[in-house]
């Protein structure tokens, strides 16, 4: 056991003492409006000279920008802090509401400023970001120049902004409110309980098949009964998009998305390709996992069934005592920082009603602290949960000395971390298993997640690209979309499953948020990326740390691309990479088969 026992609760009163309630808060809210306002005017007020004496005003600009990003940046995730743990806090959904009002103004003199980028001539505009001590901001300066070049007018983008509060991001608000009054029945000792969403998806790891039949049955259930107005949010969503993308004359639904994660189409194609070449591999380990459970075929609810009748379960002191034992083994600032986030409370995994579903790692730089949200049942999957959490929160403690307008990085890239840190975990409790059986237990564990991130998020991918291309001719039906869910789960599980999820796009919180389109390939991306770091990793031993957070601190600055042939020396564009990545995990089912032979 650990020396110290660590709270299952986070400490939020750090940061605002009070919660929603809190007059700081309030106080804060205050400043941060007015730090957007004034960057606002400033942004307006410039005319640029079209001269290399814009790199003053320029730099006086991002240091403006800076200011207000951070209070955006520290508010806003606050605020989802609080609504995460309570879906009942009326009052963190009004100030959520607010932060998104700020963010739209903000947003609008973001455009500003980068329409004002784009009037200074390419030769001036070189030497303008070859200076000091612009030069460091070079890469994401020229990005914004170059995003807004393919933009419509300063006011017309300005005016998609404002729109955006009550005409796109509300309907992901209104998603989120929606799920927080959804209850799934449960009968647990002889009593019908209510469970939140978060409570009854654990259930889906549950070793009893019966469990999570019911379970699952009950969970389709309620989300047929709102499957009409999900339905009708996720075609405003999209419809608001797609208008949007129509006015600025982008065909192709990809290009945000890949302009986002700084990424060529070419290398998520040939991604994609290379993994649907080996799904045989993971057919075959499902189908070896439903003859050990028993059954002809899998369904969805037994995707994540634990093998064989062991209920293993990891206190969170064990699991947070694994988590930092391992680390230890691959650097000592990975395993000092985990350390200090345990001590100082900021991981919320305490298992109980009214919680949001899921997990995230959120940033909040006023303070440089991260704080961890996630619901914590005692699975090995919660351990890698929690691994995974705190890798994204090591990687914003990577960049800590990087400017902040350096510290954007893509969804993509932000996925390394975090999976890397769960491989870490993962590998080590393989190798640690006491026999074999429990070896089986933790590899199937490891496979589950591989079979997610290469089948799961495959068919949120299809999914997605189809359902948008056929709401471009119109609203697509509930029927319909429950159609298309049913075709991209068939065809990325490879028609490997007895029973499929249908209303998945109904369940799955990512099809509705509205910070980033298409929120599904980068985590794919992210997984095999980091194998690639992980492979070199094993190599180079524990000396290994200060070139992974070198990379780390390079990933808001420049293309994969550029990252991958900079730290790696490997051409993403092309099958080798993706080859070797694929590889390393399809090593598992082999490993998985083979002990499970004669079973």
Known sequence: MTATTYSEVWNLDVFFPGGSLSEELEKFLVETEESIQGFEVKVNNWVPMNSTADAQYLQE???????AAKKLTHAGAFIGCLLAQNTKDKKAYSLDAKITSMGAVFQTALGSLDHHLTTIDNAVWEQ???????????????????KAKDKLSKEEEALISTLEVDGYHSWGQLYDLIVSKIKIPFEENEEEVQLSVGQAFNKFSNPDREVRASVFKNWEQAWENQADILAKTLNHLAG???????KRGWENVLKEPLSINRMQKVTLETMWAVISEHKQKLVDYLERKAKLLGLEKLSWFDLDAPYGNTESKVSYQEGAQFIEQNFGLFGEKLATFTQHAFCNRWIEAEDRPGKAPGGFCTYLPENEQSRIFMTYSGTPSNVSTLAHELGHAFHSYAMKDVPFLNCNYAMNVAETASTFAEMIVADAAVKNAKNEEEKLVLLDDKIQRTVALLMNIHARFLFETSFYEERKLG?????RINELMLVAQKE???????????????SKLHFFITDVPFYNFPYTFGYL?????????????????????ALLRD???????????????????????????????LTDIDEFLELTESK
């Open 61 to 67: 600009l991002l240091s403006d920008l800076e200011e």
């Open 475 to 479: 609203t697509v039906s509930t029927d």
């Open 128 to 146: 303008i970001v070859a200076s000091e001590p612009l030069k460091e901001l070079s890469f994401v300066l020229s990005e914004s120049r170059e």
């Open 240 to 246: 608001f998009r797609l208008s949007v993308y129509q």
């Open 492 to 506: 990325a599980y490879a028609n490997a499953l007895e029973e499929y999820h249908p209303l998945f796009w109904a």
């Open 555 to 585: 990933t808001a600055s420049m293309t994969v691309e550029d990252l991958a042939q900079k730290h790696l020396q490997v051409d993403l564009t092309q099958k080798d990479f993706w080859e070797k990545a694929v590889g390393i995990c």
């Open 529 to 549: 990326f980091s194998l690639g770091i992980y492979a070199q990793a094993l190599e180079e031993g524990k000396g290994y740390e200060e070139k992974y957070m």
